[in-house]
Nanobody, 126 residues
Framework: QVQLAESGGGLVQAGGSLRLSCAAS????????MGWFRQAPGREREFVAT????????YYSDSVQGRFTISRDTAKNAVYLQMNGLKPEDTAVYYC???????????????????WGQGTQVTVPS
């Protein structure tokens, strides 16, 4: 059972930055994708960003493209989400996810990811 450990959430003023981190207990799978989803109160879960572990290809939602950057550290089995230019609408619980065998058309679908972290709160006051 893969464990995902997240850190880095908090409260930041609009326009500020935060960096989320997520370390996986193991990455012994092929065709791994790791990324982030978020869920705000009263709203549906939303895809944020993901990357393919092999090759590092990245994918973003339109709402964060150009402001957020997802990256990985292969030595630490870790993925990061650098969030710049934060807005109040970015307020949510952010979840780290890991999936295997995903094809491109499923990368933005939360149901395709088998492993989820416990979530970390990001708050941007209006």
């Amino acid at each position: 059972q893969v464990q995902l450990a997240e850190s880095g959430g908090g409260l930041v003023q609009a326009g500020g930055s935060l960096r989320l981190s997520c370390a996986a207990s193991e990455l012994s799978f092929s065709s791994v994708a790791m990324g982030w989803f978020r869920q705000a109160p009263g709203r549906e879960r939303e895809f944020v960003a993901t990357l393919r572990w092999r090759g590092g290809h990245t994918y973003y939602s339109d709402s964060v493209q150009g402001r957020f950057t997802i990256s990985r550290d292969t030595a630490k089995n870790a993925v990061y989400l650098q969030m710049n230019g934060l807005k109040p609408e970015d307020t949510a619980v952010y979840y780290c996810v890991l999936g295997t065998g995903l094809i491109t058309s499923t990368l933005r679908n939360g149901a395709a990811y088998k492993y989820w972290g416990q979530g970390t709160q990001v708050t941007v006051p209006s």
